[in-house]
Structures are given as structure tokens and as C-alpha cells.
């Protein structure tokens, strides 16, 4: 079973460019997470999808920011335009499950998809 | 407010030496807890974690880690190391009674095996 997918794995782009990660999660999982990690800090949230439905978007730094989740299988996270703060690794992670199973279940993650900024 | 700290950036341990990783957490009510481990260039993978029962959980690789409530602990352990252990190693949590919200990670800490 193919685990999350994510593309790009690094882009490089300028300020003010537009940069679309994209991720594919596990076959099945109704849960879609996007986290973000800047450099030696936490993982942070982003938002959470269950299928097409953004669950909550809480995290998202701005409305630069925009995630989609089409038919809700794979999903895009788009940064435009990019900013020098928006560098880091973005983690896409899915979960199978509702209720307790998804309180308690773990997340399956990406590699992650690095986006540096100029 | 959930959070999780994590007090050491980088842990250095000799090869056939026991390990500990530091965790603490903040939660209103009763956690899940959770460690993850990330190999160079690779996603994060899960390695156990604290529902209920046993204070003691063992995990993947021969981890194990004890939830201690009163300290508000989740301290990762090994007891003997390996340098294939040397990754980066995230704690995570979760309230009980919180309903579907996303996992509250910690900074991460840098473990380094050395032979």
C-alpha cells in the first residue's frame, strides 16, 4: 500500500511567487492534515480536512494561504504570494477514522515538501 | 491550550548506553500522548503512544515511554542505544475530551548515537 505522497519534495522560488504543494494521502484515509515546521521550531498546524470539507482551518497563517481538497482525495496548498516567512517544510498527514478511532489513532505522514523562499 | 515541551534541542548518548528524551505537556483535561521519530529525509513515523491503562508504553525499535501524570511527563527511553537511533524525535499530544482536533507538537529533539 503506497503510503502519503508529496510534491515537490524542496522548491526554491522569489518572493512574491506562487508555489503550489501538492499531496496525495493514503487511499481510503478520510482525514487530510497539513502541518508546518520553520526551522528548529514545532510542528504547527495548518488545517484538517475530512474529505472535502476543511474540519478546521484554524492554523493557517493568512489568506495568502489557500488548501483544497477536490472530491476529497488529493489536496493542494497554495502560497500566493509567497512571502520569506512561508519557508519551512510543509507535512501533509492522513488518518483513517471517526470518533474515538480518530482521537486515538496515529498519523500517517509525508516527507514533506521544503519551500524556501528568496 | 494544548502544548507540549520538549527542554533539549539535542541529546547526545554513547552506543549501548541508555537514552532518555524529554517530554512535558499542558492540557485542561486527561492527554493522549504520542512520540514520533523522523529519519534523515524521510517523514515523520510513528513510534507509540499513551490512550489509557498501563503508565508504561512500549513501542517500535525497542522504545518505550512512561506517562506519568502528577509530573505531567511522557519521557521517551531506550535502554540500550544504537547509532541507527540518531534521528529527530517529536512528542505529541491530544486532550481526551477534545473531539477531533489536530495533534499539538513539540519542537523536536535531535538524538545523536555515537559508536
Known amino acids: 500500500e503506497a503510503g502519503v505522497t508529496q510534491f515537490p519534495s524542496h522548491s526554491v522560488i522569489e518572493k512574491g511567487q506562487t508555489v503550489t504543494l501538492r499531496c496525495d494521502p493514503i487511499?481510503?484515509?478520510?482525514?487530510l492534515y497539513w502541518y508546518r515546521r520553520v526551522m528548529g521550531k514545532e510542528i504547527k498546524f495548518l488545517l484538517h480536512f475530512v474529505k472535502e470539507s476543511k474540519q478546521d482551518e484554524s492554523g493557517m497563517p493568512n489568506n495568502r494561504f489557500l488548501a483544497e481538497r477536490t472530491g476529497g482525495t488529493y489536496s493542494t496548498l497554495k502560497v500566493q504570494p509567497a512571502e520569506l516567512e512561508d519557508s519551512g517544510v510543509y507535512f501533509c498527514?492522513?488518518?483513517?477514522?471517526?470518533?474515538?478511532?480518530?482521537?486515538?489513532?496515529?498519523?500517517?505522514f509525508g516527507e514533506g515538501s521544503r519551500l524556501t523562499v528568496l | 491550550a494544548q502544548s507540549v515541551a520538549q527542554p533539549e534541542d539535542q541529546v547526545n548518548v554513547a552506543e549501548g548506553n541508555p537514552l532518555t528524551v524529554k517530554c512535558t505537556y499542558s492540557v485542561s483535561g486527561n492527554p493522549y500522548l504520542f512520540w514520533y521519530v523522523q529519519y534523515p529525509n524521510r517523514g515523520l513515523q510513528f513510534l507509540l503512544k499513551y490512550i489509557t491503562g498501563d503508565n508504561l508504553v512500549k513501542g517500535s525499535y525497542g522504545f518505550e515511554a512512561e506517562f506519568n501524570k502528577s509530573q505531567t511527563s511522557f519521557h521517551l527511553k531506550k535502554p540500550s542505544a544504537l547509532v541507527s537511533d540518531s534521528a529527530l524525535y517529536f512528542c505529541?499530544?491530544?486532550?481526551?475530551?477534545?473531539?477531533?482536533?489536530?495533534?499539538?507538537f513539540g519542537k523536536g529533539t535531535r538524538l545523536s548515537v555515537i559508536a
Open positions: 487511499s481510503g484515509h478520510d482525514n
Open positions: 498527514a492522513s488518518r483513517l477514522g471517526q470518533g474515538r478511532a480518530a482521537n486515538t489513532g496515529e498519523l500517517f
Open positions: 505529541a499530544v491530544r486532550e481526551r475530551s477534545s473531539g477531533n482536533t489536530p495533534l499539538v
